[in-house]
């Protein structure tokens, strides 16, 4: 983390008066711009207040540039009233400044300013990715070509062997209530939550994404899975750990109930899209599915249960999670395709057959994350690299499951950087 200087405590109340400035700004910034604001569950006569203001692009980004300059001040020691070690003030000081340049980085894109892929990430989500040359995952296709072997694209194989496991669309919600309910259940093993938490499951068509977590609330989500492609067996516990639990319905919920509920951080009932709370939200949620189904568990217990809720044959599950997991290596490659494709470097059409050739996908799913990319650009890389980060963190805790559940509840729970992932 940042190492603070000695000196003057700030007043707990000027924090608390830059905080509600951050969410405020926060909202009129989403009146700008649709999507910019992720959730948001504070005061409605701020939301209110958001709509009805005029201020424009410039007035809202010198806003920013003054609460940025208020933080700076701030940052030479932190009120310990209520906290006897300070830490969660020094964190929640470090959360807003690292939201608040972000905002400054979309207000300079909003305007019409052109980053570079790199600086636009580091801008938005407080990390700076390095990009691979394609060539270099080169070696991960060559290994997964043992695992399917034959004739024709590498892609075309690796695409008609994950279609073998396809789950029926009459099928689809009782597999997707059958693993959200196991996410739930190992979760709740190692993270307590508030008796309201619930959520509503909806199907979709017509996105980019996969799948999408919207938080009300009140300890509730909206989990919606887009159907625009056929759902093979195994998004199935990818998106009930990484939309539910202990994805971004536990992180948000934790947040309003430890955060903004009990301490009264009002910064928490905001949450910006292109933040670097994007990247530990994605970076968790993500890791969060290794973290539930350690092993051969995920193994196990699709085998058990969901392969016969989809009526289909367990027989090469393993080959299929083996396949699965081998893939996460080229994850790096999409950021490659994105920097290359939004830089102007990449036409559209070698962006797909590139994301054909690298994520093993065919044209039509190749063509959606290539959309992906369009809609969200360097959002991507909270993803891949968010994983990496927050793995690394976890696991620091030790190899014990309870202790790397405690490292993450805290992760989801308090106020942290991506900077704080390298401790």
Excluded at 44 to 70: G, H, I, N
Excluded at 102 to 108: D, K, N
Excluded at 187 to 212: H, M, Q
């Amino acid at each position: 983390m940042v190492a603070l200087v000695a000196g003057p405590m700030p007043a707990r109340a000027h924090v608390d008066d830059l905080a509600a400035r951050y969410v405020q700004l926060s909202l009129e910034i989403g009146e700008h711009e649709e999507g910019y604001i992720d959730a948001y569950y504070g005061p409605p006569a701020w939301q209110a207040a958001a709509k009805a203001s005029k201020r424009t692009l410039p007035e809202l980004a010198r806003e920013v540039d003054f609460l940025l300059a208020e933080l700076a001040e701030d940052e030479a020691g932190a009120d310990t009233a209520g906290d006897t070690s300070g830490a969660l003030t020094h964190d929640r000081i470090a959360f807003l400044r690292g939201q608040l340049t972000a905002a400054a980085t979309r207000l300079r894109m909003m305007q019409g300013e052109k980053l570079g892929f790199e600086d636009e990430a580091e801008g938005l989500f407080g990390v700076r990715p390095v990009l691979k040359p394609l060539a270099a995952y080169d070696p991960v296709l060559a290994d997964i070509e043992t695992l399917v072997p034959g004739e024709g694209p590498l892609w075309q194989r690796v695409d008609a062997f994950n279609d073998r496991f396809v789950v029926p669309a009459d099928r689809l919600q009782a597999v997707m209530d059958a693993a959200i309910a196991e996410c739930r259940r190992r979760t709740l093993a190692f993270i307590p939550l508030p008796a309201n938490e619930r959520f509503t499951l909806e199907f979709v068509t017509g996105k980019s994404w996969s799948g999408y977590n919207w938080y009300k609330g009140d300890a509730n989500s909206l989990i919606q899975v887009n159907t625009d492609l056929p759902v093979r067996l195994g998004r199935a516990v990818d998106l009930g750990c990484h939309e539910g639990y202990p994805g971004h319905h536990v992180y948000n919920l934790l947040l309003e109930e430890r955060l903004a509920r009990a301490r009264g951080w009002v910064e928490f009932t905001v949450y910006p899209l292109y933040s670097p709370q994007s990247l530990l939200a994605e970076g968790s949620a993500n890791y969060g599915i290794a973290l539930a189904f350690p092993g051969e568990e995920r193994a196990a217990f699709e085998a058990r249960v969901l392969y016969p809720l989809a009526g289909l044959d367990p027989k090469d599950a393993g080959r299929y999670l083996a396949l699965q997991e081998a893939q996460q290596a080229l994850s790096g490659a999409r950021f490659t395709i994105a920097a290359e494709y939004l830089a102007g470097r990449m036409d559209r059409a070698t962006a797909v057959a590139m994301t054909q050739k690298y994520g093993l996908v065919s044209e039509k799913r190749a063509g959606q994350t290539v959309a992906f990319a369009e809609q969200y650009r360097s959002y991507v890389i909270n993803y891949g690299l968010g994983l990496t980060m927050v793995r690394d963190h976890v696991e620091r805790a030790g190899p014990g499951q309870a202790e790397r559940w405690k490292a993450m509840e805290r992760l989801l729970s308090e106020p942290r950087t991506p900077a704080d992932l390298l401790d």
